[in-house]
């Protein structure tokens, strides 16, 4: 059995603001730190990843910034904006919503008579 | 919104350090992933290309990148813009076809749409001008449909009737203007009082008249902007100052402003005296204003009972009706009817180069195919390949619009040359004038819709087709692609089947014109028209102490001018006439009775034209004397009255009896004198060269003395030569007396026959260009064929077919396709030319004729365009022919 999700369309944009959330990192950083979060379940494309946080930057809901990195070398790192940090928010309790409608769906059982 | 624009500028400016920053962040993201997985083990190569593996294309996250950013759709579109332009340049005889098809298509259409726009389309600067309406009075009995009312009649219709808010009463007229300088004979009108009101006029300077102001001992007096600008200068101290008009004095009380002259395109307007107005007895004008609920047809109506009402207590007024014609439509009654077969013409012109411009496009993207199928196997959309083909089709279209306004300026010009500035009035003997041609706003919005539109049209004809492509095939050497295929080659098949019928349509329209026009202008008018002057003298006998109130002397002082004018060297022969021919100058008829006859049952009447002439009359105009005598000086006011009648007037009354010595007694003035017939002239077309002549009475002048005639001369030399020296010979009789109305007479019959003239004209050249276009189109559809077909006449070739075969096989192919255009064309030139009887003179709409030889011409032409491309087919190597795959 996998342990392996498919991303649904749409939850990567929700993966980097949380990742972000948890302290400003650049491209390569979320990458590992979604990975990280999701115990290696959630596996992302590594091409789709940056128009994503190009989009999200254009949104107003990142920040980037070049900084150097820890081995001294130039790196973009993104980190929240207000904006940022209230659209996690509100996607994650819609998320959560969702989750437990869909839960309590699938978990109906035949009426008994 | 701001903050888009401001991303829009950053990223226009920005694009390349924006580039730079990504492709920075791209390869520190891919080093970082070779470093772990460096550290995990494999060697640094190793690490490298599995790093690179897994991120994928950078181009591609770059692509996808840059399309999120605002100004990436511009940019796209300005490297497509410059692909096209590439394009363009590659294939230049494509670009330059097609850009100088559409110019014409496009141009042509501006040009007519601007005429139309500007004769038929604009509204006078009046008030309310879509709801003034002409009233003209019929007699329908005596076969008069239009004659201008009487002053009692405007003031019955103004007390009687309800359908109108207001009614206008004019006559035209001319004075005599002197005391300041040479003597200026000036046009001018009398108006009832409540002209500014009427059509809302605010005089430029000064004021106009009051209501009140209905004497004439006001004598007061209103220039017009033109005339103020050329006797005056336009100076301001104008007002209140005093000219002399007719021998009397008047006032200046205001200027009208300058619009108002292509309505009425006089000199001065002066008020109607109530007295005078109730004695005005006819050929006044007389418009109403609508009352906004009420329609033409129920005004009509009214007026038709009231007409009844008034013919019971006016027994002048008896079998006369009124006709009701909105203003804006008769004025360009005379000009309808060829505008609207112009604008039919140049959009079939429009639809054969469209056709030809579509066949252009389809056979440049068949040699596209293999550029096509690249860009698709690499992953373009429809939607971007439908971009470039639409970008490069409007630019196109954009080019042929701007040449094709180019074009339109040109063609205005030169037709403006041939519009005349003044049209008549059909049935009512009066003129309109025309307002310029000019390109206005309008037409611009228009052409660059047509340009647009056809840019779209056209560049989704080579999508659709992409639709249908195999990109495999077309991808390998042999692409010929989907438009070989049957679908294509249906299209092409369909575009020369239309083109044919259209320029059909055309031809024939042509055809028939010119057979119409010249048969027209061959029209023997019952005079001779070559050499001939006119110009006419009036009077001048208003004024109270005015010579001229006596009509001996009136008489005598046009024999005198007579007599200088015959005395001047190339002058052949001269007289004077009441009313020029064809001049729509003036009306004059009447009612009359036969002496010797027995008088017409009641309720009817017989009623026939007047003219006043000197005897020489008729010598001069060459008008063959049939019976009896002409008149000679003797037939004066101390002798019998005399008439002559023409041959219409024979045959219409005197069916096979004789005229000669009969009398007649014509209710003119208080005395009827019994005048008798001493002779019977030839008949002449008064009122137009495709009319019937009407029956005529002439009367001599000195029995029968006007205010005002015309000299009609006949001179050895062209007409203008000897003008000077006939002007001369007429100020030696009296220096002051103004001439005016100087016209030739090829310049009158020209002005009767210009709607003809422009249909002819415009339709020729239309035509031309239309067959043209086809011919163009059937040679570049047959290329085309002939071109896909190589393979297979190599092939024949090989298996032993003639040159002549070939010859025979590519021509008959594409005759096959024009004969069904012809066809198609037939049925719809035997609909459409219909609609052209109101132009065509003694020639039938269906002349078996005409399209016969259209037809004949049609197939030749074709004939040879299909031939040129089916002899390079007869040359074709068959060994070179079946090495192409």
Redesign the interface.
Known sequence: MSTQADLLPGTLDLLILKAVSLGSL???GI?LRIEQISRGALLI???AL??AL??LV?QGLLKASWGT?DNN????YYELTSAGRKRLREEHEGWNRLVSAMGSALAAEPERS | MLSYLRQLFFSLFHGTQLDAELDEELRAHITRHADDLERSGLSRPEADRQARLAFGSPAKTKEQCREQLPAFWLETLWSDVRFALRIFRKSHAFTITAVLTLALGIGANTAIFSLVDTVLLQHLPLRASNRLVVIWISNLKNGWSRIGPAGQDYLDWKDQTRSFEDLFLFEHGTGTVTGAGEPEQVSGLRVTTNFADFFGIRPLLGRCFRLDETSAKHNLVVLSYAYWKRRYAASPAVLDQAMTLNGETYTIIGILPSDLATVFPVDVVVPFDNDWLKRADSDLGVFGRLRPDVNLRQASSELEVLMERISHQRPDRKDYGAVLVPLESARVEYIRPPLLLLLVAVGCLLLIACANVANLLLSHAVGRQREIAARIALGAGIARLARQFLIESTLLALAGGASGLLLALWTTYVLARFIPSRIPVPNAADYVSLPSIHISTPVLGFTLFISLFMGLVFGLLPVLQSLHLNVNDALKEAGRGSSSGPRGNRTRATLVIVESALAFVLVIGAGLMVQSFSRLLQTNPGFNSDHLLTLRIKLPNDAKDSPYKEPRLQAATFQRFLTAVQAVPGVQSAAFTEIVPLSQDEMDMGQFIIQEEPPPPPGQHLATDFRDVTPDYFPTMQIPLLQGRLFTEHDNLDNPRVVLVDQTFVRRFFRDQKALAKHLRISYGATQPPREIVGVVGSVLDTGLDQQPRPTVYLPSSQSPDQSMSLVARTALPPSAVLPAIKNAIWTVDKDQPIFNIRPMDEIISGITSAQRIAFLTLDVFALLALALAAIGIYGVTSYAVGQRVHEIGVRMVLGAQRSEILRLVVFHGMKLVSVGVLVGLFASLLLTRLMTGLLFSVSATDPLTFAAVAFLLVLVAALACYIPARRAARVDPTTALRCE
């Open positions: 650049h491209g390569y990458l494309e590594q091409g940056y128009p190009f989009r254009r990195s070398r130039r790196a973009k």
